[in-house]
């Protein structure tokens, strides 16, 4: 059983499959075709196979070169500027900082509330019990964790795992603007209450802020939200309601796509 059919089958989604019965007619066609191939006389002989002269990959303009490599300087900046930060009292308490991790040409950028105990441990984010199911999450609508980029409003842990402080969301949203600034995602979905109301400066709950499409920063990037995967493990039945997030996200961003 597949990723996405184990998740669809804990959500209680029916998962329908294709009847087995006798091959398609194309199917029979290569078939034959195989068994004529089989039956042809040993003497015919192939002509021996020549090989094709490699062909060598265009140069990489030097503009190119040079953007890449101020691109890559801009991105490690703000990683050393972010570890190094003393602004709230949350440096006074964590492990280390948790930066971010994925593809940095995501059209895809998932934001969750803050580091846990696990992530202040590693210094990666979502890799507890509840990044994996955020990662069968996304697989279940075709995106492997390596593909999109997940980060935090958050840099640092708060202490027992705590709601962040205003003041701590103001110091450190000015680093998440620069990421989502430099990766350029087409949609951005903020997993649990907490990160959607930091995220869109609102005490709306996240009943009410589901099912919609919002918008974030100063690029005005398309902000969905859905249930953080914590919040599923302890309340499995809410499950189903996040498939039809997860399809409206999935949507949206064919759309995001299409439409480019």
């Known amino acids: 059983m597949s990723v996405r059919e184990q998740y669809l089958q804990a959500l209680g989604v029916e998962v329908w499959k294709a009847r087995t019965g006798s091959p398609p007619p194309l199917a029979e066609a290569g078939v034959a075709m195989a068994a004529a ?26 503009p190119a070169v040079a953007a890449i490599a101020a691109d890559e300087a801009a991105w490690e900046a703000l990683r050393a500027q972010v570890s190094t930060c003393t602004h709230c009292e949350l440096s006074q308490t964590r492990t280390q900082t948790v930066f971010g991790v994925g593809n940095r040409r995501a059209d895809l950028m998932v934001i969750g509330e803050a580091p846990g105990a696990d992530e202040d441990r590693q210094g990666e984010p979502f890799v507890g019990r509840a990044g994996q199911l955020l990662n069968s999450m996304l697989r279940a609508i075709g995106y492997a964790r390596q593909t999109l980029y997940i980060a935090n409003v958050l840099k640092c842990r708060p202490p027992g795992n705590r709601e962040p402080k205003p003041a701590e969301v103001a110091c450190c949203l000015p680093y998440l603007q620069q990421q989502l600034d430099m990766i350029q995602p087409r949609l951005l979905v903020a997993v649990g209450r907490v990160a959607a109301q930091n995220l869109l400066a609102t005490d709306t709950p996240l009943a009410r802020l589901r099912g919609q499409v919002h918008r974030f920063g100063a690029r005005a990037t398309p902000l969905i939200v859905t249930y953080h995967p914590a919040y599923l493990l302890r309340s499995p039945t809410e499950k189903r309601k996040s498939w039809v997030d997860l399809k409206f996200i999935r949507a949206e961003l064919a759309g995001a796509r299409a439409g480019a």
């Open 37 to 62: 191939v089989a039956a042809a006389p040993a003497a015919v002989v192939a002509a021996p196979a020549v090989a094709a002269p490699p062909v060598a990959a265009p140069p990489v303009a030097a």
